[in-house]
């Protein structure tokens, strides 16, 4: 049986072109960790990333064949996942709340969010999934995945400045979250 560290990632992908289960198999359990993170971080739902994940191989590999740069696969794999929790998102109707914030004056985002580099992952992560689905949507999409506003606007239908209001807002509420729970934490640590 062949290993992963037998496929450069190149020969993966074409064999996957070629539909061979054992290198789709290979692939799947590869970036099955990451694709998994990133789409619970839009559902916080466990059965619901399951299902996504599951709804975003088939289309990983029905669509490989497009893929242009065998070295990319796992950004455009992202991309991939990424779009497949925004189609669920949007059927769901939890981005609704977006379209309803009115546009208000927001700063020019500068700070490149230095702020989250001081928790941890999983800290972050669950503070993350206790935001409304609006304002998860938009942090994940500009604070992780790095989409500009003018992206995010683009993939969710709302305005640009619609979009950076739901992220100083998601951003405000996360600093709340984590200066109660850094306190909490202090309290527990006397």
Not at 52 to 79: C, D, R, S
Not at 136 to 165: D, K, M, P
């Amino acid at each position: 049986m062949t290993t992963l560290s037998e496929y450069s990632v190149g020969e993966l992908v074409e064999k996957c072109i070629h539909n061979d289960k054992h290198a789709q198999g290979v692939l799947f359990h590869k970036y099955y960790p990451v694709l998994f993170g990133l789409l619970y971080r839009y559902t916080s739902s466990m059965e619901d990333a399951e299902d996504l994940l599951q709804e975003t191989y088939v289309k990983i590999f029905t669509t490989i064949k497009t893929l242009k740069n065998p070295e990319a696969v796992e950004g455009w794999m992202k991309k991939v996942a990424v779009n497949t929790a925004l189609t669920f998102l949007k059927k769901k109707k939890k981005l609704a709340d977006l379209h309803k914030i009115l546009p208000t004056d927001v700063e020019e985002e500068n700070d490149h969010i230095d702020w989250l580099t001081q928790i941890s992952s999983e800290q972050l992560h669950q503070r993350i999934s206790e935001l409304p689905p609006g304002y998860r949507t938009v942090i994940n999409l500009y604070a992780i995945e790095g989409y500009s506003h003018q992206q995010i606007s683009e993939a969710l239908g709302i305005s640009e400045n619609t979009s950076r209001t739901q992220y100083m807002k998601a951003k405000g509420i996360l600093k709340k979250k984590l200066l109660v729970f850094k306190q909490s934490d202090t309290q527990h640590e006397r």
